[in-house]
Structure formats: structure tokens, C-alpha cells
């Protein structure tokens, strides 16, 4: 692994929010002046690939990065705004459906955040 890929996924799990690429490419110029946003991209990749990471794609903005933690997402259908939430492990009842072992899922709930819903009283 690159000192950047450490450097990265470091960011990506400690961070609270997940950031995008940009973001994470502005974070760590601030500590790697030298680092161009082609090698950030590669390294995003190379770290999904290897399942260290995972890319969180939303219609209409742009991917956002998150640590390998069991947890799903709420995401406001107004303002794009994305938080973790914890659902038991819904694993066992797909499973059973589908007749067959899963490899992952990925749980996005949409709903209108406090601040959206306070906007539209």
C-alpha cells in the first residue's frame, strides 16, 4: 500500500462525514502539498477494490467515501444531506429469502431531514 493509500484511508476512518473525493484531495494536500488529484482518484479506487473502503454513489451528486463498518445510511431527498444509522442485521432475513448466502448490501434510506422538514412548516 502507497503512503498515500494509508494516508487516505486513514481520513476515510476517522472521519465523521463522508468525503468526497475533492475533499479528500484538499484534505491531504494540506499535509502532502505535492499530491495531484489523479493519484487520490487511483487510490480511492485501488482501496474499494480491495474492500478497505467503500463508495457511496447518489444520483445527481458526487461519490462520497465510507469506512468498512457494518451501518446504512439516511439520506435527505431534499438537501442531499447523508448520515449513518444503525439497523439490526437484516442479513439472516435476506438470506432466507433469497434462498442463499449474501456477500453485502447496501441499506439507503431517503426521508427529509430535521432542517428540510423545519423549512417546509
Not at 3 to 15: C, D, F, M, P, T
Not at 24 to 47: G, H, R
Not at 79 to 97: K, N, V
Request: charged share 30%.
Amino acid at each position: 500500500m502507497t503512503r498515500y493509500a494509508k494516508q487516505i484511508l486513514e481520513l476515510v476512518n476517522w472521519s465523521n462525514e463522508h468525503m468526497t473525493a475533492e475533499q479528500l484531495f484538499l484534505e491531504l494536500k494540506k499535509t502532502e502539498p505535492k499530491v495531484v488529484q489523479a493519484t487520490v482518484y487511483n487510490n480511492l479506487n485501488a482501496l474499494c477494490q480491495e474492500g478497505l473502503i467503500r463508495r457511496l454513489s447518489l444520483e445527481g451528486s458526487p461519490d462520497r467515501y465510507d469506512k468498512i463498518k457494518k451501518h446504512d445510511h439516511l439520506v435527505c431527498k431534499q438537501c442531499g444531506a447523508l448520515s449513518d444509522i444503525t439497523f439490526g442485521d437484516i442479513t439472516g432475513d435476506l438470506e432466507r429469502q433469497l434462498g442463499e448466502g449474501i456477500i453485502s448490501y447496501d441499506l439507503k434510506v431517503f426521508y427529509l431531514c430535521p432542517k428540510c422538514r423545519g423549512k417546509k412548516k
